[in-house]
């Protein structure tokens, strides 16, 4: 087990870099942060040089691979981060310098315990494009079809281990400190980090999420998902065919080659409500790297290391709150969110209903162009924080790719109305699932599965599993021993408040010296 020494000197070491990008002023002004935790971030800034404006995304860029996760998953969470910041991460490049062919060689080599010539008739040494996790280079199979190889990069798993750790253990001492942090829940935001990073790090999770996908949306005209190479795919190494298209975000070339801009902004938004309400399966990673536009106007994703998954009973509820949103029924929406116990009971369901007008009302019938996101962001978190709203873990990854949807959509067609996009849609689905045939045919399925199970059993179920709310269980929290109840010894909080400051001596002396 890590050390909390171990910890406090690598989160000092992050802090240093945070300052030095500015990134950590947000944090000491906030009036929601702890005086703790205020007076940790002045430790890591001392000495240092803030820009006037923070880059927040330069920040996670320098500290690393784990770091770019983290900050792309924070840019989901303006509640914890700020609007200024979350709008910063969003713009987080998942990037880095290509590692050398020759170490690729070898991990792909390794791997499969044979020579990379008895996979590949050629493989291009110069990489497609180069991520904090791995890297693709495009090849061209023994039997002579064109793939796209992705490696893992090496050493990647046993870093990303290491710094979810810390991870784990700062957000356990922060969650302690009680009052905003604890309603924040980041014990649970870093549980749900590490569940989606772990999944990447393992590529044949990604090529059985990517082969799912593909199954749920046969039939969807105007989306592809390439196909899985099974033989040539393993935990470190993924082949899939290769998507000859252009990117999505290069405007200009759609433009050239004839695509309808306004056509292709419509189906990616319906693309999308698809796999998330009909489905309840989706691709969580859609920006603008992963989405290709091939010839007829297809849209081809690639990168399937995180998906998304949402109940049935959630995804009614979701749908309901869209389309209450698009009609104005405030009401419907407050209801639906006191059924699924995201607002506690003891609150008014006509107070929140007033609450969610004040928000939806200067926004509905508008086009996204003249929305200020900001602004309807902060006032929902405000109406968060005023009726005692957890945050819901299980509906992060929604919201990160609601925002990465209709930013694309946007730049394809400024002009567009996602609320207009989406009612059809919604009303549509909430109509075959919600309506009486629907209804009917529920009953009649649920009737059957009660006639074969023994009515006892079912009673004595349902006295002991009352019905919950529409967030699942909280996932299992590793144990953290906090700091400040160690009793052994002189090493108590003083002993490591100490330390911290030791160390943050010695890395503004290594820095100044430039060791660091």
Do not use: C
């Not at 070491?13 to 944090?27: C, D, P, S, Y």
């Amino acid at each position: 087990m890590t050390r909390p020494a171990t910890h406090i000197l690598r989160l000092l070491r992050w802090g240093r870099t945070l300052a030095r990008h500015g990134a950590l002023r947000g944090i000491e002004r906030d009036h929601n942060t702890p005086a703790q935790v205020r007076r940790l971030t002045r430790i890591a800034r001392f000495g240092t040089f803030q820009p006037a404006r923070p880059d927040y995304a330069g920040a996670f860029q320098a500290i690393g691979p784990a770091a770019i996760k983290l900050g792309q998953t924070l840019a989901t969470r303006p509640d914890i981060v700020g609007d200024d910041a979350a709008g910063n991460l969003l713009l987080l490049q998942d990037s880095l310098p290509p590692v050398p062919f020759a170490a690729i060689r070898r991990e792909i080599e390794a791997s499969f315990g044979k020579p990379l010539e008895s996979l590949f008739a050629s493989i291009e040494e110069q990489p497609v494009g180069a991520a904090s996790i791995a890297q693709v280079h495009r090849a061209v199979t023994t039997e002579g079809r064109n793939a796209a190889v992705k490696v893992l990069r090496p050493g990647i798993r046993e870093k990303f281990g290491a710094d979810i750790e810390t991870y784990e253990w700062a957000a356990a001492h922060l969650e302690a400190l009680g009052g905003e942090p604890a309603r924040l829940r980041p014990r649970l935001v870093i549980a749900n980090f590490k569940r989606w990073t772990l999944r990447e790090l393992d590529l044949r999770r990604e090529a059985a999420s990517a082969s799912e996908l593909a199954e749920v949306m046969r039939g969807t005209e105007g989306y592809r998902v390439p196909g899985i190479d099974w033989d040539r795919t393993n935990g470190r190494v993924m082949t899939v065919d290769w998507i000859d298209g252009v990117k999505i975000s290069e405007i200009q070339a759609l433009r050239d080659a004839g695509h309808d801009l306004d056509a292709l902004a419509e189906r990616l938004v319906l693309t999308f409500l698809r796999q998330a309400i009909s489905h309840g399966y989706f691709h969580a990673d859609m920006h603008q790297g992963n989405l290709f536009v091939e010839a007829d106007g297809t849209i081809a994703a690639i990168d399937f290391g995180i998906m998304g998954r949402i109940d049935r009973r959630a995804r009614l509820w979701l749908a309901e709150i869209l389309y209450g949103l698009t009609t104005g029924n405030y009401r419907r929406v407050a209801e639906i969110h006191f059924e699924a116990q995201y607002v506690p009971s003891y609150h008014s369901v006509d107070e929140f209903a007033t609450a969610l007008r004040a928000v939806g009302e200067p926004t509905r019938g508008r086009p996204v162009s003249e929305l200020s996101v900001g602004q309807m962001l902060e006032s929902l978190f405000a109406i968060t924080r005023e009726f005692d709203m957890q945050t819901q873990p299980h509906l992060l990854l929604l919201q990160k790719t609601m925002v990465m949807v209709e930013g694309l959509a946007t730049q394809l067609n400024p002009r567009i109305n996602m609320w207009d996009v989406a009612s059809p849609f919604v009303r549509e689905w909430i109509r075959d699932e919600l309506g009486p045939e629907a209804a009917l045919a529920d009953r009649i399925r649920k009737d059957a599965e009660t006639l074969l199970r023994l009515p006892d059993l079912v009673r004595r179920i349902e006295d002991r599993f009352p019905a919950k709310g529409g967030a699942p269980d909280a996932p299992p929290l590793p144990p953290v021993e906090l700091v400040w109840d160690r009793r052994s010894g002189a090493r108590g909080w003083a002993g490591y408040l100490a330390a911290a400051l030791v160390g943050a001596a010695a890395l503004w002396a290594g820095q100044a010296l430039g060791w660091i």
